[in-house]
């Protein structure tokens, strides 16, 4: 599901013919040598492809422990263009330093869950990604949020339900021991750890989970001005189920254990930590938070119209 309504600025020196025209100056890239899907290539093949751009290239291939220390140098270096090819906390990291003014940013799909680079490109490989936003390219703004102050641009989950993430994740990396005893841990708290939410200064409500979702991804918000945002409270584990199965066939909000409306803004409140999913990334937040919708958070490098997926 995408959304791309936003006022787009065409690229500087734009060619007709793809990477014939320099439109970039210099363009920073880091790549997570060990990364979803990278391959061992993938350094090298990033290489050859943007040297089509006739842009100076940086270009950093470096562990998963030195990756967020990459991605800062990076943007320090105030490049046209980051390229990062990476897992999901990096693609939001990389956003989240470039912000509404500074590089343009190209976040490519080499993690598990891929959320933003997915919202940005579609089911593409990261190759063709990179070929197609280069060759069509758009700078484009996006709009984002926060969660306490930590930004997140695809979707937020809020409450119980985030602690099935590291239950999905360990089930990909082929560890069912740890995918088990995550699973044990989400089950044990589900329902019991119920969340009380407001939305834009409105009445206190409550519920299991809470999810906000980007204009980036939610089709529903048609002037893109705002968060949407679904409370899940099912009443027991078979209402789960159920809902679970909505989502997978893409009509949970018809739920009626499922309630949507749009906003810019709220708090939420529990008696225990928050778990809460920002863009894949699970974090453990305070027993009260605020979140607020950031109405240009970054700007991306993406295919133009008529070459995205539908």
Not at 202 to 216: D, F, H, N, T
Not at 249 to 275: E, H, K, T, W, Y
């Amino acid at each position: 599901m995408h959304s791309h309504a936003m006022n787009a600025e065409t690229l500087p020196n734009r060619d007709a013919e793809p990477f014939a025209s320099p439109r970039f100056r210099r363009i920073a890239v880091v790549v997570n040598t060990a990364g979803g899907g990278v391959g061992p290539d993938a350094a090298a093949e990033m290489e050859a492809i943007l040297a089509h751009s006739g842009a100076e290239l940086h270009l950093a291939s470096v562990e998963p422990k030195d990756i967020d220390a990459a991605v800062r140098a990076a943007v320090k270096t105030l490049p046209d263009l980051l390229v990062t090819l990476a897992g999901d906390g990096t693609a939001r990291l990389a956003a989240e330093l470039c912000g509404p003014d500074g590089p343009l940013l190209a976040p490519l799909p080499g993690g598990t869950m891929n959320m933003l680079p997915h919202a940005l490109y579609g089911e593409r490989d990261w190759r063709q990604a990179l070929a197609s936003a280069l060759s069509t390219g758009l700078a484009q703004p996006f709009p984002g949020g926060t969660v306490s102050g930590r930004p997140f641009y695809v979707a937020a989950i809020l409450g119980a339900p985030a602690l099935w993430a590291p239950a999905r994740e360990a089930v990909r990396y082929g560890n069912l021991k740890r995918a088990f005893l995550y699973a044990r841990r989400a089950l044990a708290r589900a329902f019991t750890g119920r969340l009380s939410f407001e939305l834009d200064q409105g009445p206190r409500v409550k519920a299991e989970a809470l999810m906000l979702i980007s204009p980036l991804i939610s089709e529903l918000c048609p002037d893109h001005s705002a968060l949407e945002a679904i409370a899940l409270d099912p009443r027991h584990a078979l209402e789960a189920c159920r809902i679970g199965v909505s989502a997978l066939l893409g009509d949970f909000r018809s739920d009626p254990a499922v309630s949507a409306q749009f906003c810019r803004g709220g708090r939420a409140f529990s008696r225990r930590p928050i778990p809460c999913l920002l863009d894949g990334e699970l974090h453990r937040l305070d027993r009260e938070v605020e979140f607020k919708f950031l109405p240009r958070a970054f700007r991306a490098l993406v295919p133009a119209p008529d070459a995205r997926p539908h």
